[in-house]
């Protein structure tokens, strides 16, 4: 095998790294791999780190111990993070958005992946230290900004389903009321997840707080610990909050019926 090039070992080191976002790989499979040493392959870290770094476009992160290695993190910045979400806030405070029933068309925001990429790389970011073992969502419109933050914080995605499916196996139901009073049900199966876990729940929209709160049930009856919440969309404050600590990227005030419907980025964005 020819000797590889320090400019092209740098290219695939990066390929690989930024594709399995928070994944620890060990030094010894990239030595393996462009048959380098150590100290050369720990060279070529700290230049992708750097130039990363430079164009805040996140950094590499060297774990020690037996265990450790080197991993990649998409950071990004506070000031292009809020733009970015300026943006999106903007595009969604079209009047022709509000559907009837004071709704919020958001479909073709989150069907589009370089936005619910984005998304799912701000949320990680708060939540790295939090360590959750998986994602939470519930079926339907989270799931593509779920499916993000879980890729960059390097977790599987769970999904509460509506129903059980017979395809899952034996599953936990729970009832549970929405934030407009109504009564639903929410199934998960008894394999998805494991007692003891770490939880962080992310999904599309919080107005009540009745979804947010029957997942939080849901949890309990894993024995699970939800160590935080995420959400694309917010309502600015709502007549009942049954739950607190959570971070959404945006907030709403208004119905687009009775009173205008204004989308702005959350505050601690900024930060």
């Excluded at 290695?69 to 079209?94: E, K």
């Excluded at 993000?148 to 059980?164: H, K």
């Excluded at 494991?194 to 309990?220: H, P, S």
């Excluded at 600590?245 to 601690?268: C, R, Y």
């Amino acid at each position: 095998m020819d000797k590889i090039k320090r400019n092209e070992r740098i290219a695939v080191l990066t390929r690989i790294l930024v594709n399995e976002p928070n994944r620890v790989m060990p030094f010894s499979q990239f030595c393996e791999r462009f048959g380098a040493a150590k100290s050369s392959i720990s060279e070529d870290v700290g230049i992708v780190d750097a130039a990363l770094r430079e164009q805040q476009l996140g950094s590499l992160e060297t774990v020690a111990g037996a265990a450790g290695g080197v991993r990649f993190r998409p950071t990004g910045n506070a000031t292009g993070n809020y733009a970015f979400i300026q943006s999106v806030a903007d595009a969604l405070c079209d009047p022709g958005r509000v559907l009837p029933g004071g709704y919020l068309y958001v479909s073709d925001v989150l069907g589009d992946p370089s936005i619910v990429r984005r998304m799912g790389d701000i949320i990680a970011c708060e939540w790295y230290e939090a360590k959750p073992d998986f994602v939470l969502t519930m079926e339907t419109k989270g799931i593509p900004v779920a499916m993000m933050a879980a890729n960059a914080l390097g977790v599987p995605l769970v999904i509460a389903r509506r129903q059980s499916k017979v395809y899952e196996g034996s599953a936990v139901n729970i009832s549970y009321v929405t934030g407009r009073g109504v009564i639903e049900t929410m199934s998960l199966s008894r394999r998805a997840v494991k007692a003891n876990q770490r939880c962080l729940v992310v999904d599309d929209l919080i107005r009540g707080g009745g979804t947010a709160k029957g997942l939080i049930a849901l949890m309990d009856e894993f024995a699970v610990q939800v160590v935080g919440m995420s959400f694309v969309l917010a309502q600015d404050a709502p007549a009942r909050k049954p739950i607190a600590g959570e971070k959404s990227l945006m907030h709403f005030t208004g119905d687009g019926e009775t009173q205008p419907l204004l989308v702005h980025p959350a505050i601690w964005l900024q930060a």
